[in-house]
């Protein structure tokens, strides 16, 4: 019965996973002709994209995601330490993790198109400086800039890099923490040598399931961006419009080699494979 159901597994898989992403590596290195796709290979369609710029947008997107996703790490992890080992009210945890998933039930657009009230330049915020004699005229740049993309991020990616992450830190045995202390172990210690190092395994985990959907974030930019920070989402969206397959396929090649690297990278830092690192947060 096991194996029935993991070779029906491997089965669904491939068909739904693997055989799509081969079909998007073959289409990059095909060519179009009169809407259709010729039998020759080429590599045409990863010329294009540096010819035409596109990894500018690639570069781009890279930087506004691992910023982004540095930021929430930050704020992520001291707020999960917090409601995981500081917060003794069940009441109060179950409320603070229940605010943390109401946004979900909400759609991003109507989220995020909020930020223009609050950061245009006869905003909330621009309209607050300018009262107390901060500024003399409104700042251009909170809206339609890579600071208000930035800003619009922050929101709707805290829950997925807060929430491994809180788990994990939730399964670190408390007598364990305690036992450091009596050892005479400072505070800073026990974060480093106790806390981190059991807790990397929903680090790792949030900081996937908040650098990847940045990587094809198209609704934050398009609001918040003004059509002046153009985004990986965007540029693959606007190629697939004008039927240019080859380069879009190639431009999400190049984003699946960034995040294959990615991989390989938090596999390093975890010691282990992948599937091992999610495997410790059984713990």
């Given amino acids: 019965m096991l194996r029935t159901t993991l070779i029906l597994f491997i089965a669904v898989w491939a068909v739904f996973v693997v055989v799509p992403v081969a079909l998007l590596v073959l289409w990059s290195f095909l060519e179009m002709k009169d809407y259709s796709f010729s039998s020759s290979l080429s590599t045409a369609a990863y010329a294009a994209v540096f010819d035409s710029g596109r990894y500018e947008v690639t570069l781009r997107t890279l930087r506004i995601a691992g910023l982004v996703t540095a930021i929430e790490l930050g704020l992520a992890l001291p707020f999960a330490l917090w409601l995981a080992k500081g917060v003794r009210s069940s009441m109060l945890k179950a409320m603070v993790l229940a605010l943390l998933t109401v946004p979900f039930f909400i759609s991003l657009a109507s989220r995020t198109i909020v930020w223009r009230s609050v950061l245009s330049r006869s905003g909330l915020v621009n309209t607050a400086l300018m009262h107390f004699g901060i500024v003399e005229q409104p700042v251009d740049w909170l809206l339609f800039s890579e600071f208000s993309v930035h800003l619009g991020l922050l929101a709707p990616s805290f829950p997925t890099m807060v929430l491994p992450i809180f788990l994990s830190i939730s399964l670190i045995d408390d007598e364990l923490i305690e036992a450091a202390r009596d050892l005479g172990a400072p505070p800073a210690k026990v974060l480093g040598d106790v ?82 690192v999610f495997e410790g947060m059984k713990r």
């Fill in 195 to 276: 806390i981190l190092p059991l807790a990397l395994p929903g680090i790792i985990a949030g900081i996937i399931f908040t650098f990847v959907p940045l990587l094809g974030e198209t609704v934050v930019p398009q609001l918040l961006g003004g059509g002046r920070v153009s985004m990986l989402g965007a540029s693959i969206s606007s190629l697939l419009q004008v039927l240019n397959y080859p380069v879009a396929a190639a431009l999400s090649t190049l984003v699946l080699g960034i995040l294959a690297a990615l991989f390989i990278a938090l596999r390093l830092i975890g010691g282990g494979s992948i599937a091992a």
